[in-house]
């Protein structure tokens, strides 16, 4: 069992930048490939990214691919996404999670489980 707090979410203009946190506990996320998810009002919760156990590959959707950045610091049992160049349509509420398989790292979301609470963010134009 893994408990995952996301935080960093907030309102940003068009443009702007955000850096949001996911830090765990009970569990050391290196025994886990770690995503990040977003779920807009009213809308299905997507894939945005993914990262391996010790951070050694990444993967992205073609939506944010260029302007987010997906990393992980085992040592502080903490992932991260940094999200550059926001758009409106980025607005959402962004969710950490385990992957379910342990050391794995995909991109469907019924791969992952233990996830966090969520983290809103607003991008205004």
């Known amino acids: 069992q893994v408990q995952l707090v996301e935080s960093g979410g907030g309102l940003v203009q068009a443009g702007g930048s955000l850096r949001l946190s996911c830090a765990a506990s009970?569990?050391?996320?290196?025994?886990?490939?770690m995503g990040w998810f977003r779920q807009a009002p009213g809308k299905e919760r997507e894939f945005v990214a993914v990262?391996?156990?010790?951070?050694?590959?990444?993967e992205y959707a073609d939506s944010v691919k260029g302007r987010f950045t997906i990393s992980r610091d085992n040592a502080k049992n903490t992932v991260y996404l940094q999200l550059n160049s926001l758009k409106p349509e980025d607005t959402a509420v962004y969710y950490c999670a385990t992957n379910k398989f342990g050391r794995v790292m995909t991109t469907n979301i019924r791969h992952y489980d233990s996830w966090g609470r969520g983290t809103q963010v607003t991008v205004s134009s």
């Open positions: 009970g569990r050391t996320l290196s025994s886990y490939g």
């Open positions: 990262i391996r156990w010790d951070g050694g590959n990444t």
